[in-house]
């Protein structure tokens, strides 16, 4: 049997719901745009579903996990490369995990990549009959109709969850402040999430650098606005963020710069600090603040000192320093 369409006339539910029904077996494949999706059904089972341009999801729930290491994963994706071998066969032979953990893991992942083609709102779909070698699978059932309520209660809350995120080229920042002055206590997919906010990545480029599905990333963003730990990054030209920081600073006198410098942990010697000391002193205008940031900026070359100014940017909390650190980041090209 072979069946084509698009996702706007007959829903992926439609079509899941008729392959189980039917006790299908070949390969479903949706594209959208320049991603596809092959979902592999076995008598109306979903055994593993892959996605296109997407990291290596399986190696990175492996390290989450704690079944292997960095070095073991580049051990075992090279021989993977090799022997023409899934990844996950290789990490079994190798004793770093069990068919059954890793089946677990397989699993999750496979699943996140299903729930993700929910959430497409366009799509062509073709399915095919077909035989396909399960040679070096770890195979683990997804019930299909199982699997089609969880998506739609996502989808369904996902309307929600919108709301406070309604695009997906928003950038976000580390306000570093809480609401009620309550300390923050994340688990470790909320600190995975809140690693990759930076101030230039966008909410789009977040799902795809995290191992979390968008549903969770969305959940997860949304704890965190609300929480007051992160906001939205305001999209200024440097000349705009100049006059930002240059108000800013004619709130402040030298004595609080070096008491606020000091909280950061910079020495009186960095060359970080007598950076930052200089555009602060001299600056007697938007235009020349801007003007010093490009002068100083060209002094920050040690490869500590870059990301030491990576690391104040994510947990800065001080209003005169946050546009002047975002300009120097910008120029050092970090």
Known sequence: MALTGNIETLHITNV????HNDQKTGILKVTWKDEAIKVYIREGNIINATKSHEKNRLGDLLIKHGKINEKQLKECLKASKKQNIPLGK????????????????????????????????????????K?????????????IMSTILEATRRV???????????????VFKVSGTLRNGSEIKLNPDEWSVLALIDGKLSVKEIISESINDSFTIYQILNSLISSGYIKEQEILSPLQQATKAFTKLKEVDAKMVRRELDNLGLSRSSILRLVLTRIVRD?????????????????????????????????????????IFCLLHENTKI
Do not use: C
């Open 16 to 19: 899941l719901q008729l392959l």
């Open 283 to 323: 600056s007697f205008s938007p235009e020349e603040l801007l003007e010093l940031v490009e002068v100083e900026a060209k002094k920050v070359v040690n490869l500590e000192d870059k990301n030491l100014l990576t690391g104040l940017i994510k947990k800065n909390h001080i209003p005169f320093l946050e546009n």
């Open 156 to 170: 369904d809350e996902m309307s929600v969850l919108k709301k406070l995120i309604p695009r997906k080229d928003i």
């Open 131 to 143: 035989e396909f070698s399960t040679h070096g699978m770890v195979i683990k059932k997804i019930n």
């Open 90 to 129: 290789i990490v079994v032979e190798k004793g770093y995990a069990t068919v059954a953990s890793l089946g677990k893991i397989i699993f999750k992942q496979a699943e996140n990549v299903i729930f993700d083609m929910f959430f497409w709102e366009k799509g062509e779909f073709e399915y095919t009959d």
